[in-house]
């Protein structure tokens, strides 16, 4: 009907409205991606419909393996087609006002700009419902190994979205929130922007709750975690009127409190460096939307520099591992052998292969760290590849291996690793002192054995019978109740001396 409609209208000048070259290319794939749909709604109907008969729908997707490839082009040439359909709209006002007239014709007054960006949303949710399908087959199945190869292709087209589109990043966003959140339908509009996400507790009398936001440049989506992964919608807040304060409460520390058409939310985060963030994100977002910028279609990008805080300038807010079931950036399902990682600019957790790039971060004091393949490409922009940052400018940039030492940081502190770490004699207290301690690092060799451990030693108030002398190899024997229990070795002869 569109095709129709412009094929027969004429400007002004009594020429076509639209050339038929310019309007092809405009439309692009889109006749071919129509009959495509055609076909898969028939097929998952009778599926559906003789279910009892033959439990399976992997099959439909992969018998449509190869006209899936139509997409590949339809997403790689859709900013281009954007951009002649809005200068075609601007020299013909005979082409605009048809253009205006089929967004009506759509529940909603969807634009057909916003219409023709849903077959590439539809891709997206393909991918989304196939990954639940797989999650609910047996792995013992051959409908298991059709599911994922299917899902294979799916996400594979579904990958050019992120790669091939301007606002790929922010529809992905929009997509994978509007699938998580129960209860939430339609939340991909015209214009509209994702900008921060995050779990806080809801301060009330009787206990705090776990709530998770997700702030868009003109609503606020109030939800709460639920076991599976994903959220249950509680409100969804409009940012036009609302007001975002600090309150004192006593035994609440870092209080935010959000109020908007008679609706008032009290919540607290877990440290200082957050609150600030939510505060001035949301009370950004809200003052921005107040005067127009949030209907402006302005980028995500755009969007993250009108904030006060710069990418990779302060500490950023850690989403939790488990409320993430899938890759923030590429949505891959994790699993035993696809671990989750976090962007330690950004906060999201995303996979191996989203975060296989490290930049020296300045809250870190340009220590490198691990981030996602977006914020490195927007950390390259701000401050040069990471080859053109110098050594000599923050010794820190580079690495010390130490085996094992994570872990051992997760146990004890820090400097007490360090004291572990240096201390290579022994300190000696006078021996009369009440409480007398000494402490240090010696070689043991436990009775009769030859192999000698290096270990750290700490000797306080009781010794056992004392140690008999010392010999050539600065090394002496320590005997309970008259047996030998271990020989002890010290670095030199001093410290031998010393120790004895």
């Given amino acids: 009907d569109f095709r129709i409609a412009v094929a027969g209208s004429v400007g002004e000048d009594g020429e076509p409205a639209v050339p038929e070259d310019s309007f092809n290319e405009i439309v692009g794939k889109l006749p071919e991606v129509y009959q495509l749909h055609c076909c898969l709604l028939s097929e998952l109907e009778y599926r559906v419909k003789h279910w009892e008969e033959s439990q399976r729908i992997a099959d439909v997707f992969l018998a449509q393996r190869a006209e899936l490839t139509v997409f590949t082009d339809y997403i790689s040439q859709y900013d281009r087609s954007m951009a002649l359909l809005d200068e075609s709209c601007q020299r013909s006002p005979t082409f605009a006002a048809i253009v205006k007239q089929f967004g009506g014709l759509v529940s909603g007054n969807v634009t057909v700009k916003h219409q023709l960006l849903q077959v590439i949303i539809r891709m997206l949710q393909y991918r989304m419902l196939l990954t ?178 710069s990418l990779g300038e302060k500490a950023p807010t850690l989403v939790p591992v488990s409320h993430v079931m899938m890759c923030m950036n590429c949505t891959s399902d994790f699993s ?114 030859k192999n000698w451990k290096r270990l750290w030693f700490l000797v306080k108030d009781k010794l056992p019978e004392g140690p008999a002398g010392e010999d050539a190899n600065n090394a002496f024997p320590l005997y309970q109740k008259k047996s030998l229990y271990c020989t002890f070795k010290a670095e030199d002869n001093s410290s031998a001396q010393r120790s004895v």
């Avoid at 249950?232 to 009127?241: A, D, I, M, P, W």
Wanted: glycine residues 6%; hydrophobic residues 30%; proline residues 4%.
């Fill in 336 to 449: 035993l052998t696809l671990r989750r990682h976090h962007c330690h600019a950004c906060g999201k957790i995303v996979c191996r292969g989203c975060s296989r790039n490290k930049y020296p971060l300045k809250y870190l004091k340009d220590r490198m760290a691990k981030v996602c393949d977006h914020c490195y490409t927007e950390l390259k922009k701000q401050g040069g590849d990471v080859a053109e940052v110098s050594p000599e400018a923050s010794p820190r940039t580079k690495r010390v291996s130490r085996p094992l030492s994570a872990v051992f940081q997760n146990i004890h502190p820090p400097s007490l690793w360090k004291q572990r770490k240096t201390t290579a004699t022994l300190n000696q207290i006078p021996m009369e002192a009440e409480g007398s301690t000494t402490s240090g690092t010696l070689h043991r060799c436990k009775r009769s054995k």
């Fill in 132 to 309: 639940d399908y797989l999650n609910n087959l047996s792995p013992d199945s051959t409908e298991y190994e059709d599911t994922q190869a299917a899902l294979l292709i799916i996400s594979e087209v579904a990958d050019q979205a992120n790669d091939n589109l301007k606002q790929g990043e922010n529809l992905l966003r929009l997509v994978h929130i509007e699938y998580s959140v129960g209860g939430q339908s339609d939340l991909i509009q015209p214009g509209r922007k994702f900008v921060k996400e995050g779990t806080l507790m809801k301060v009330s009398r009787k206990s705090r709750q776990p709530r998770h936001l997700f702030l868009m440049n003109d609503v606020l989506l109030y939800t709460f975690p639920q076991q599976d992964g994903k959220y249950r919608l509680k409100n969804t807040l409009h940012l036009t009127g609302m007001k975002i304060s600090k309150p004192t409460l006593e035994n609440v520390q870092y209080a935010l409190r959000i109020e908007v058409n008679e609706v008032s939310i009290t919540l607290s985060t877990s440290s200082s460096g957050e609150h600030d963030d939510w505060f001035h994100t949301l009370s950004r977002t809200v003052d921005d939307h107040s005067r127009g910028l949030g209907a402006s279609g302005i980028s995500v990008g755009e969007v993250r520099d009108k904030l006060w805080m």
